[in-house]
C-alpha cells in the first residue's frame, strides 16, 4: 500500500468539520430555541469532556434514549468522537424492546433525555442496573448523573475524535416486521460512506432547510450530516402532527422534509393543506415502505414535482433512488418503482440458488456497498446466510427493466402461496390502495385448508367512506387475475405500525390468523 495515501475521515470527522465551516449560521432550531454551528461544536467539546469526567471509555457501548434533540444528537456526536459505539433506542418503541437492545448490545452506559423520557428513563435504569456502568441524564432526573450540569461547569473545551476508520461505530437495530429485531453493526469507514452516499445520490437543496418530523434516531438522522456538509439547517420536531407539520413547513421556509407514505398520506387527508404556502418546498424524500402508486399521483398534482423515492435497509442505506424527474406523470409505470441504484452501491438481483436471474425476472436484492453493515451483532448464522456468495441479501425481491430501474414485488417473507401461485402483497396492496374510497391497505397471507394461504385484505376507509367489499375483490381480479383476488375482506379503523412507521404485518398475522373474517369470495 503506498504510504502516502492516508484513510478516509471517520464519520465524527465530517461532522466537526462541518461545523467548524459555518460557526455564524444555524444548524439547529426548534420550537422555542436554536443552536448556531458554532455553538453547536461547542457543545459538543462540552458534553465530551463531561463524559471523559463521569469515566466513559472508548470501546464502550452506550445506549440512547431521547425524542428528536438537538442536545441529544450532540451527546451521540460526543460519545462517539470519544471512541464509544452508540446505538439509538427508538423514541416510540416499547419497553420489553428497549430492553432487549440494551442487553443484546451489551450496553453499559444510558443516556436519557428526561424531558420526553424520564418514566422509560428511570425504568431502564432500575431493571438494567447490573449491566450499566454509568447513567446519564440531559437534564435532571430521578435517577442518573446529569450530563447538561456537568457540561455547563466545564467552560471552554476543543472536541476531539478518537476513532479510526476501523473502529466500531454504532449498532442500528432491524426494525423486526419479519421477526426478532436484529442489531446491524458498522465501522467508522462505513457510517461516513453512508454519509457521503447520501451527500452525493440524492437531491438535497444547495443550502437545506430540512425539517425533521419522523425521529433522527433513524433514517431521518442520516439526512442530519449531510445537511450540515452543505451548511444548511434541521428544524427539529418531536413527533409528526399533521398541522404542526404544515404550519412550520410554511413559517421557517422549509425546502426539505422526508416522510414515511403514511406520514404522507395523513397530510393528504388533512384540511390544512391545501390553504398551506408550500412553494419553498424543494423536496420530500419518501421511503422506508412502499407507497401507493394512486396516492403518489395526488400528492404530485396537489403538492407538486418535489418526491423522490429512497430504498435501503438497516443493513444497507442507500441502496437506489428515484429522482423527482423519475415522478413523471407520463411515465407512471416508474411510480411503482424504487429507483435506480446509486453510484457507490452494486446491486444483482439472485434467486434461490445464488445465481443471477435472467432480465426481466424476479430476483431478490443483492448489494455490495462500503456503507453496508458489516455484520449482525452476535448472530454468526444469520450473517452468515445474509452474505451467502459474497452478497448481502436483501430478502426483497424485484425486477428490474431494461434500464435498470428496480421494481420490488414484495418481501420475500410476506409472498403468499396461495393455490400453488406465489402472489406478491404489494401487487395487490397497490391495486386497493387505488380505489377512490381506501386511504390505505395491508395485504397478508392466512391459513387455509384448501389453498394453504388465503390471500387476506385488511382495509382502512376514507373518512366518511365505506366502500363495497365485493368492488374491492373484483377490483383485483380485473387488475391482477382471480388469483390475486382477496378471498376475505375487512374494513379497519387503523393498521398497527412500527415505530418507524410501517405496515407491522408480523403484528397482523398474529391477530387475524385465529380471528374472523368476512368470506367474499
Given amino acids: 500500500m503506498n504510504p502516502n495515501i492516508t484513510e478516509a475521515p471517520t464519520g465524527t470527522t465530517l461532522v466537526l468539520r462541518a461545523l467548524a465551516r459555518f460557526p455564524e449560521r444555524t444548524a439547529f432550531a426548534w420550537d422555542g430555541g436554536s443552536l448556531t454551528y458554532r455553538s453547536t461544536l461547542s457543545l459538543i467539546a462540552r458534553l465530551q469532556a463531561a463524559m471523559a469526567a463521569a469515566g466513559v471509555r472508548k470501546g464502550q457501548t452506550a445506549a440512547f434514549l431521547s425524542a428528536n434533540s438537538a442536545e441529544a444528537w450532540c451527546a451521540g456526536v460526543a460519545a462517539s468522537g470519544l471512541g464509544m459505539v452508540t446505538t439509538w433506542l427508538h423514541p416510540l418503541a416499547a419497553l420489553g424492546d428497549h430492553l432487549e437492545v440494551i442487553e443484546d448490545a451489551e450496553a453499559s452506559v444510558l443516556i436519557v433525555d428526561p424531558a420526553t423520557h424520564a418514566a422509560r428513563g428511570g425504568e431502564l435504569a432500575a431493571k438494567v442496573a447490573d449491566r450499566l456502568i454509568h447513567v446519564l441524564t440531559l437534564g435532571q432526573a430521578d435517577f442518573g448523573r446529569d450530563l447538561r450540569e456537568a457540561a455547563a461547569r466545564i467552560g471552554e473545551a476543543s472536541p476531539v475524535d478518537l476513532t479510526t476508520p476501523d473502529d466500531y461505530a454504532v449498532i442500528n437495530y432491524t426494525g423486526g416486521t419479519t421477526g426478532k429485531s436484529k442489531g446491524a453493526i458498522r465501522r467508522h469507514r462505513s457510517t461516513a460512506a453512508m454519509t457521503v452516499a447520501v451527500a452525493a445520490d440524492f437531491e438535497l437543496p444547495e443550502t437545506p432547510r430540512y425539517l425533521a418530523a419522523a425521529p433522527i434516531t433513524h433514517v431521518a438522522g442520516t439526512k442530519v450530516v449531510p445537511t450540515l456538509l452543505k451548511g444548511g439547517s434541521i428544524h427539529l420536531m418531536k413527533g409528526f402532527d399533521p398541522e404542526r407539520f404544515l404550519t412550520t413547513l410554511e413559517r421557517e421556509k422549509i ?50 414535482p418535489v418526491f423522490s423515492q429512497l430504498y435501503g435497509q438497516t443493513e444497507c442505506y442507500p441502496v437506489s433512488v428515484l429522482r423527482k424527474a423519475d415522478h413523471d406523470p407520463s411515465r407512471p409505470e416508474l411510480f411503482s418503482s424504487c ?36 455484520q449482525y451483532w452476535k448472530r454468526p448464522d444469520q450473517t452468515a446466510e445474509t452474505f451467502k456468495g459474497g452478497w448481502l441479501h436483501t430478502g426483497d425481491i424485484a425486477r428490474a427493466d431494461e434500464r435498470g430501474y428496480l421494481y420490488i414485488v414484495d418481501r420475500k417473507k410476506d409472498m403468499i402461496v396461495s393455490g400453488g401461485f406465489n402472489i406478491y402483497p404489494r401487487e395487490v396492496e397497490d391495486v386497493l390502495s387505488s380505489h377512490p374510497d381506501v386511504a390505505m391497505a395491508a395485504v397478508i397471507g392466512v391459513p387455509h385448508e384448501k389453498w394453504g394461504e388465503a390471500v387476506t385484505a385488511l382495509i382502512v376507509a376514507k373518512a366518511g367512506m365505506q366502500p363495497s367489499l365485493e368492488a374491492l375483490v373484483q377490483l383485483v381480479k380485473e387488475r391482477k387475475g382471480s388469483t390475486h383476488a382477496p378471498k376475505q375482506v375487512e374494513i379497519v379503523d387503523e393498521l398497527p405500525l412500527t415505530a418507524v412507521g410501517k405496515v407491522d404485518k408480523k403484528v397482523l398475522r398474529a391477530k387475524y390468523w385465529a380471528g374472523s373474517f368476512r368470506q367474499v369470495g
Fill in 255 to 304: 425546502n426539505f422534509t422526508l416522510l414515511v407514505p403514511t406520514m404522507i398520506y395523513v397530510m393528504l387527508d388533512h384540511p390544512a393543506l391545501d390553504r398551506t404556502d408550500l412553494s419553498s418546498l424543494e423536496l420530500i424524500l419518501y421511503g422506508a415502505s412502499p407507497m401507493s402508486p394512486t396516492r403518489l399521483v395526488e400528492g404530485l398534482e396537489r403538492i407538486g
Fill in 339 to 374: 429507483g435506480f441504484p446509486i453510484a457507490s452501491c452494486a446491486v444483482s438481483l439472485r434467486d434461490e440458488d445464488n445465481e443471477e436471474v435472467k432480465p426481466g425476472e424476479p430476483g431478490e436484492i443483492c448489494v455490495r456497498a462500503r456503507h453496508a453493515m458489516e
